[in-house]
C-alpha cells in the first residue's frame, strides 16, 4: 500500500482504470452536471477502491454486472489540494457505476452566463483538467500514470453544441426507454423537451488531466485537410482565427518528420472566450486556445507549434506524476523551438529561446527562498502544481535537451527523439526512465554532460547557453542602453513585431524612473498595443516604476482577460515587496473583486494566492 503520485489517492496496489464511459447531463440554470461513469479496472479488484474526488455528491455505487449497491464513502476530511477521497468496498469487481453531480465550484468547470457570451443569448462552459482537476468532473484515479480510453455522451439544450478532446460519433434527440441516460437523470429529465445528445469516443489511452470539453454557441471554420478552426459563433474570431491558423497543415508535415507520425487523425483548434486561463491546453484533437493568441501577424503560430509538439511530447509520451513535468514541457518547448524554426526560420526560434532565457532567470529570483522548484526532477508531496507552476520545467528542460543537442549533433539527437518517442509511445515515464534510455542510446554521454546536476541540481548549470543571434544580442544591448537614458530610435525598431518588443521590454531593469516609462510610451504606444504579451511587459514596467497614469490601463486588462501569465505578473507586481504602497494593495484587492466572477476557478485560486501570500 503506497501513493504512486503525490497528488492522488491511488494506491499500487490497486488495479487502474483502461476505460471511462460517462453520461453527462448539464444543469446550466445550477452550473452543475448531473452524471453516471461507469469504471473499468485492468482486472477484478476485491477490497476497499480509492477514488480523487473534488466538489462531487456521490448518489451510488453499483456492481453493473451483478446490479447490486456497494458500501462506498466520501472521506469527511477535505485534502486542500487532493481533495476528497472516495472510498467504494468491491468484491470481485472489474467494473463499477457510479451516479454523482459536479458541484457550482467544480474547479474544472468555467460556467459563462449568456451576457458573459458573445452573442449573450446562450450560456457557455468549458473544462480545463491540467493539472488535478478532472476530479472536480468526475470521480477517478486522476494521476498520469493511468491511461484511459473514454466514451461519453453529454445531453444539453438543442440550441447549442460540443467539442471534445475525442472523435463525434453522433448527435441525435435523446432516445427514450433504453437506459440511454445511463442512469444519471431519470428518463424523462433525460428525453425533456429540447434536449440534444452528442456522442463521443477518445480511442486512444489518455491520462485524465486531457478530458475536455466546451458547450455553447459554436461554430466553425476549415483551416485544413485534418484542422478546423471552432468558437463562439458569430465572433469576428472565427474568420480572424482561420487566417491566423493557415499555416497549420504545414506544422504538422513539420512535426511529422521530425517525430514520427501524427497518431491522432485531426488536429482541430477551439478558440474560448478571453477567460481561458492558459495561452493554450493541448487536449488531444482539439487543442483549446486563448483568444489571445490572435493578433493578426501569425505570431500566434507559436502557441499551436507548441500545443502542436505536444501531440508527441506529453500526449504521447506523459509524465508519470507532477515531479516529472519536465518530461512533458521540457521535450515540448524544445520540440515547438524546432518547427517554428523550420517554418519561421532560425531568427524567430532564437528570439524565441531568448524570451525563455529571461524567463528562466527570472524564476531563478521567484524561487530563491524555494530552491527545489528551480530542479527539473521535483518533489511535488503537499504541494498545489498550480502554485508552483513556473518556466523552470519548460525553459530548464529545454536547456537539458539543447544542450545535448549540442554534445551529440544534431542529426544523432534527431534520430535519438525519434526512437525514444517510438520507444515509450502510449506510456507515462519518469526521468530515471529517460535518463537510463539516454545512456543506453548514446553510450558515454554521462561523461560529457553531468546528468545529475541537470536533473537534480538547484539553479541553472553552468553549461547551459542564451542564444547565439545578432538579432537577440543587439536588442539585449538596446535594453542595457536603456539605463543610461538611450531609447532605441525609429530606425532601430522598424522592423519589430511583438516579440522582438517583449524581449525588450522584459530585458530592461525592473524599474526604471517614471518619467522614462512615459518617455517609451509616448514614442512607441506600447500601453496601447494589441499584442498582450508587449502590453503587460509594459504595464508590469510601469507599476514597478510607480507610473500611476497607467492604472486605469491595468485595471482595463485586468478585467478584459483572464489568461494567467498576464493575471500573474500584473497582481505581483502590484502587492509585492515591503515597500509597495498601501494604495496599491486596495487597488489590487478592488479590481480582483470586481473581476472575479469572470476568471475561471483556477485564476481565482491563483490570484488569491497572490494576495494572500502579501496582504
Ligand atoms: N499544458 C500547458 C498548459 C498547462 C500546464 C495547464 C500546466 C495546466 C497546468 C500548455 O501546453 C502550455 O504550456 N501552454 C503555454 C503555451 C506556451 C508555452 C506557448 C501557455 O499557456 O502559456
Ligand atoms: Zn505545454
Redesign the pocket.
Known sequence: MAPIDPHSFTDSSHPLTTHISLNLYFNFPSSTISSSAILTLSAPFSGELVLDTRSLSITSVIDPLTNTHLPFSLSPVIDPIKGQPLHISVSNCAKILITFCSSRDSSALQWLTPPQTFNKKFPFVYTQC??IHARSIFPCQDTPTTRVRYNAKLNFPYQLSCVMSGKQVDRRSPLMGCGDSGFCVDEDLWCGEGRVVEEFVMEQPIPTYLFAFAVGEIGWREVGPRTKVYAESGSEILDAAAKEFAGTEDMIRVGEKLFGEYDWERFDLLVLPPSFP?????NPRMVFLTPTVIKGDASGA??VA??LA?SWTGNLITNKTNDHFWLN?GF??YA?RRIVEAVQGEDIAALNIGIGWKGLVDEMERFKDNMEFTKLLTNQEGVD?DDV?SQVP?EKGFQFLWRIERQIGRPAFDEFLKKYIAAFKFQSIDTSMFLDFLKANVPGIENDIDLKTWTEGTGIPSDAMEPVSSIYTKIVSLAREFKQGRMPSEEEVVSWHGQEWELYLENLPKSVEASQVTALDCRYRLSESKDYEVKVAFLQLAIASRCSEYYNVVERTLKEVGRM?YLRPLYTALVQGTTRKEEDKIFAQRVFAEARECYHPIAQGVVESILSKHL
Open positions: 491540467q493539472s492558459y495561452g493554450g491546453m493541448e507559436q502557441v507548441h500545443e505536444h514541457e515540448t518547448t515547438e502544481p507552476y519548460y501569465k
